[in-house]
């Protein structure tokens, strides 16, 4: 149990490029040699991606939010007009 754990914070350091050099080299010849780990990395890395999927989405949903609120927000108005006088 304890060697998976230490695979999985290997493959997260090894996925964001954390690893030394040496440690790069070795983690990369166990991934050659260990289809198990292979499996396990590609999964985390798919992971990593759908996360940074879905955190893109929410910060666009709250950016959508204040930007509606400034640009339809009546008491915004001046702040609008100013924002709008720049890319004019």
Known sequence: MRTSLNDIALAEKYLLGKLEPEETLVFEARLLTNPVLRWNVAAQKKVYSVLKLYHRKKL?????????????????????QEILQLFK
Do not use: P, S, W
């Open 60 to 80: 666009k949903k709250e950016v959508q939010v204040v930007h509606q609120t400034i640009f339809n927000d009546a008491k915004h108005q001046d702040f609008k």
